[in-house]
């Protein structure tokens, strides 16, 4: 099934189909929504710092360190509600406390990782599914459509056409977040001037090896459906639809009154990556290494579904 694997075709087509992908405009999108989304999100942690200062110097002074503190301090509160929020904890609304775990895991990452990073990066892993899917919904979809890949055939394998294409959108969607990333990073070191550069740089760069490692079951699933589509809007949809399914999940567990409803639908988000994506930020490296491991095993069932479908259809 996997007979005519060439290292070669496959950096080729991988490479091929960036490059069209850029020409065309779709690529640039793509670029674009990335800083949008995630520059808007990073705004809404970072924003507040800057408006303190600003209005706490409005007169010209300086703020004093302990009014900087108390002010960073505010911010970084509002913060660590959030992320407790999103890891699945009570909301920042309530008064009542999360569970002792979550609390535990939220101070690592608000003190023992520089807080105002790992707000920034906890809300871009929300949306990143998202930002896969409008960047990957189109692999082979549009060039089944068009009958464009039976002129490849004569030249390589599917296995390379297939496992090309997935290889060029998951380096393409990393470079773009990884950009973003790097601006984040810089922001906070050069602005705010708030944390240590060596401590910046190593949450970015683990923060980047999460992206990475949560990317590839999400553009593989991707993969599939678009192999699977003969038309474009209707894999956008699919895909879509499917980076929204752990979200969704997550939201409705949420505001569900029912007891056995909410372990229901808790049990369900673990048919996505969205169910354990976040334990690639924890404290226990063998919760990280579970993680790994289940994205991993995501990966490969996606990859394998789908290439057994896009091996037999008709091209």
């Known amino acids: ?32 929504l990335t800083f949008f989304v995630g520059l808007m999100m990073a705004g809404a942690i970072l924003t507040p710092i800057e408006m303190g200062k600003a209005v706490i110097g409005n007169g010209g002074a300086k703020p004093s360190p302990e009014e900087e503190e108390k002010m960073v301090n505010t911010v970084v509160d509002g913060v660590r509600s959030l992320v407790i929020w999103l890891m699945g904890g009570e909301s920042p609304f309530s008064d009542k406390k999360s569970p002792e775990p979550l609390e535990k895991w939220a101070d690592y990452l608000m003190k023992d990782r520089p807080a105002l990073l790992s707000g920034v990066l906890l809300l871009l892993f929300t949306v990143l599914p998202t930002i896969f899917a409008v960047g990957s919904f189109n692999q082979t979809t549009g060039d089944i459509a068009t009958r ?46 708030m944390y240590a550069w060596g401590e910046l740089i190593s949450w970015g ?51 569900s009154g029912n007891l056995e409803m909410l372990q229901f639908v808790g049990y369900l988000k673990y048919l996505s990556p969205w169910g354990i994506q976040a334990y690639l930020f924890h404290h226990d490296i063998k919760m990280v290494i579970m993680a790994t491991s289940l994205c991993l095993f995501y990966t490969g069932m996606f990859l394998f579904l789908g290439y057994r479908r896009f091996a037999t259809r008709d091209l």
């Open 1 to 32: 099934m996997m007979s005519g694997l060439n290292l070669k075709h496959l950096i080729l087509i991988g490479t091929s189909s960036n490059r069209n992908s850029i020409r065309s405009g779709a690529g640039i999108v793509v670029i674009l």
């Open 148 to 193: 464009g890949l039976r002129y490849l055939l004569p030249r390589t394998e599917r296995v390379n056409l297939y496992f090309g294409r997935f290889l060029g959108t998951t380096v393409y969607s990393l470079i773009s977040i990884s950009i973003l990333v790097v601006i984040v990073v810089f922001y906070i070191g050069l602005k705010l001037k």
């Open 205 to 255: 760069v683990w923060a980047l090896a999460a992206y990475a490692i949560v990317s590839l079951p999400y553009i593989a699933f991707y993969s599939w459906m678009s192999g699977m589509m003969s038309s474009s809007f209707a894999a956008f949809i699919t895909c879509l639809l499917g980076a929204l399914y752990g979200p969704t999940l997550s939201l409705f567990s949420r505001f």
